[in-house]
């Protein structure tokens, strides 16, 4: 059989069948990546989340996971490589990631989902960051802000250094903020703006497999300041928490792929800031957090398509609140 080339440029989406590897393909964009058959029910049975790192008082190098969902207390995963706060979380569907952290870094570390043990150095920001926030598809992450108003994006794949991405739309130099999204759209919950130091409840959207500058969504109901913390399935991102000292316990919600302001969902089980999202793709799941003077190793959990309440989850294997978190089955990957 001869093989004629395609007329016309792909766009980002288009799935191809790649005769020379006998593998299905999907374009991004900017480059044809082959299509992962595998799951979570087949990796890890059933959605995988890792929660990494945190502060208690002091930065901790724990490693917590649990099944998204199952219920139950969290298990101890493995160790980052240093005792760690403020980095990044995002993951594809076979690694998980944490990059930046306290003091400014631009590192990089990286653990398999499918096992459990201590994570490894991967590669470097092009930047060094602290307070970044981070989203991923299922080849891209994204890191936003850190102390800054860049972005920059890895292939995850890749050990190569991070690239420039763009910039933050509002120009605000964003800290303790929080992303997440699904597979075409970064979705980015700015929590403080330093200059004029005020609490923000900006939302602003990147185009995962594009480059260029934020755009703004719309607003989340409160002004809450340090740390809201949010994930996402492939339609609906859900946000809460947030406000130094005391915390807050509003969960509002989005519809990814319009543009507007947030809208009540319910409350968390405890009012608390600087928690972690995490997503399967029918459920919210949110540890750790603050309330000062206290450290919480609180889960609870929304189910995604419904609103209400947050329900008791289960327990961190010890309070902490800047974690990072990172699933193989999250809204990116949707």
């Known amino acids: 059989m001869i093989e004629n080339p395609s007329l016309e ?5 288009s799935i191809r069948f790649n005769t020379d590897s006998s593998k299905l393909e999907i374009y991004n964009g900017e480059q044809w990546w082959e299509i992962d058959a595998t799951s979570p029910e087949l990796q890890t049975g059933g959605t995988r989340a890792v929660l990494a790192g945190g502060y208690s008082p002091g930065g901790v190098n724990t490693m917590d996971f649990f099944n998204v969902d199952a219920t139950g207390d969290a298990t101890d995963f493995g160790d980052l490589t240093t005792s760690q706060y403020y980095a990044g979380g995002f993951g594809s569907r076979t690694h998980g990631f944490v990059a930046g952290q306290n003091g400014s870094s631009n590192k990089i570390e990286r653990w398999v989902f499918a096992s459990t043990g201590s ?6 920001l092009s930047q060094s960051r602290s307070e970044a926030a981070a989203c991923s598809n299922s080849t891209r992450g994204v890191i936003i802000g850190g102390s800054r108003v860049d972005m920059e994006y890895i292939t995850m ?3 190569a250094t991070g690239v420039d991405f763009g910039d933050i739309g509002s120009g605000i130099y964003a800290r303790y903020s929080n992303a997440c999204g699904n597979s075409t759209r970064g979705i980015h919950y700015i929590g403080y703006n330093p200059s004029p130091g005020v609490a923000s409840n900006i939302i602003d959207y990147i ?9 703004d969504f719309g ?3 409160v ?3 340090d740390g809201p913390f949010s994930c996402s399935n492939a339609t609906r991102s859900v946000r809460t928490g947030g406000g130094f000292p005391s915390g807050t316990d509003t969960i509002d919600f989005i519809e990814i792929a319009t543009l507007g302001n947030s809208t009540d969902f319910g409350d968390l089980t405890v009012s608390r800031y600087s928690g972690e999202g995490v997503a399967s793709p029918t459920r919210a799941v949110f540890a750790g957090g603050a309330a000062h003077p206290s450290y919480y190793n609180t889960i609870d959990y929304v189910q995604f398509a419904s609103t209400g309440n947050a329900v008791d989850f289960g327990d961190l294997t010890d309070g902490r609140n800047y974690l990072s978190g990172a699933t193989n089955g999250h809204g990116g990957l949707g």
Do not use: F, K, R
């Open 9 to 13: 440029t792909a766009t980002s989406g």
């Open 119 to 124: 994570s490894a150095d991967y590669s470097d």
């Open 157 to 159: 794949s890749s050990t």
């Open 207 to 215: 185009t995962m497999s594009t480059l260029g500058n934020s755009s």
């Open 219 to 221: 607003d989340y109901s």
């Open 223 to 225: 002004n809450v300041g």
